[in-house]
């Protein structure tokens, strides 16, 4: 309950108290007084600890479920757009954050092993100071901001790091210890349901080779969902990514059903690089997008970027057509790094938009709008 509330009523009380006593009447007749009073001094404390308990409540059950194409946020669509952040090396200046207009931001997780899920930061193995993605979820929710966790990566007791993206999840030798983490993670924020999970960054091949086939994505799909939804009371949104790299829909329109059959709770995850900014007009990137709401698969760009392996590319069409198709759409990278040109902040924190299309003041004007 709010201390203000109780000092006020505190103040309240002890000014009837103190009309009482002054009061000329026989004891009896004081008696009877106070014991009325004291049923209104009960009253007003229940009352107003039970105004504060209802809103508790409705903090801690506010929902976040996937009905057929569509994420659902207290019974209303869930329009969202935001950013990719770097908190697990040192939680952002959230003065930076505000004047953006960001509602979800899908956090970094580059050495999962060794990343604390609660408590203070630790040192790892490659000399980096990690903190815990519960503070991480902590300082974005103080802003409002729904949180998606992703692993990006794994670092031995050597630290040496393997990045997730471009890999087969299941033939990796730190598989069933990755499994043990995400579990473990699943357990803490099962009652959190403004933090989502994605199972894996970027799997599988830009050309889908090195074995990759559409059954391998369901299987590998199937038993990572599996691991989290074991945990008892785990049914917050988990977030799956498509194969290519993530850049790629083909899986989820030839598999996504099958998949779906057996999980809820399921949004599906594309990043937006060369196979989306590269030969695509707007019309193209509207069908492509409209294919997968008609599908009935509920899907976000976790990643959007200026610059890849190819270069420089244009995001204009891309982030037109998200915004009138209201597609959750995440950039990558909110940091402060003059000199990457994917870097939404100057060193200073201002818009960066050194050598990059004017990419910090484009992104910021489309969350804007």
């Known amino acids: 309950m709010d201390t203000w509330i109780y000092l006020k009523n505190f103040l309240l009380i002890t000014e009837i108290s ?20 004291a049923c209104i001094a009960g009253i007003i404390f229940s009352c107003s600890s039970d105004a504060t308990d209802i809103a508790d409540t409705e903090s801690k059950d506010l929902q976040y479920k996937v009905i057929d194409n569509t994420i659902i946020r207290n019974g209303k669509p869930f329009i969202a757009n935001g950013v990719n952040t770097l908190n697990s090396f040192g939680i952002a200046n959230q003065d930076l954050i505000k004047p953006w207009n960001i509602t979800i931001v899908r956090e970094f997780i580059g050495n999962l092993r060794e990343q604390p899920i609660s408590g203070g930061a630790i040192q790892d193995a490659q000399g980096f100071y990690l903190h815990s993605l519960q503070s991480i979820v902590d300082a974005n929710r103080a802003n409002n901001l729904v949180t998606i966790l992703c692993p990006f990566g794994w670092v031995d007791n050597l630290g040496k790091q393997t990045l997730f993206t471009g890999l087969n999840p299941k033939e990796q030798p730190f598989y069933d210890s990755y499994k043990i983490k995400m579990k473990a993670i699943a357990k803490h924020f099962k009652n959190q349901p403004d933090v989502w999970l994605e199972v894996w960054n970027e799997p599988y091949h830009f050309n889908n080779d090195n074995g990759y086939t559409h059954d391998l994505w369901l299987s590998d799909q199937t038993d990572m969902i599996d691991n989290l939804r074991a945990v008892e009371g785990f049914n917050n949104i988990i977030v799956v990514p498509g194969n290519e790299q993530g850049q790629s829909e083909t ?6 059903a099958a998949l779906l059959a057996h999980h809820s709770n399921i949004v599906f995850d594309l990043h937006a690089y060369e196979k989306w900014l590269l030969n695509n007009t707007s019309a193209t990137i509207q069908s492509r997008i409209t294919l997968l709401h008609t599908s009935g698969f509920a899907i976000l760009f976790g990643e959007i970027g200026v610059i890849n392996a190819s270069g420089l590319m244009s995001v204009t069409d891309f982030l037109s057509i998200a915004k009138k198709s209201q597609t959750i759409t995440l950039a990558w990278l909110f940091n402060r790094n003059t000199n990457d040109q994917n870097a939404l902040l100057t060193d200073e924190g201002a818009e960066n938009n050194t050598n990059n299309n004017n990419w910090g003041t484009t992104f910021k004007s489309f969350l804007a709008n």
């Open 18 to 37: 103190s009309k009482i006593n002054s009061l000329s009447v026989m004891n009896s007749s004081r008696i009877i007084l106070y014991g009325i009073f």
């Open 251 to 256: 899986v989820i329109l030839e598999k996504g």
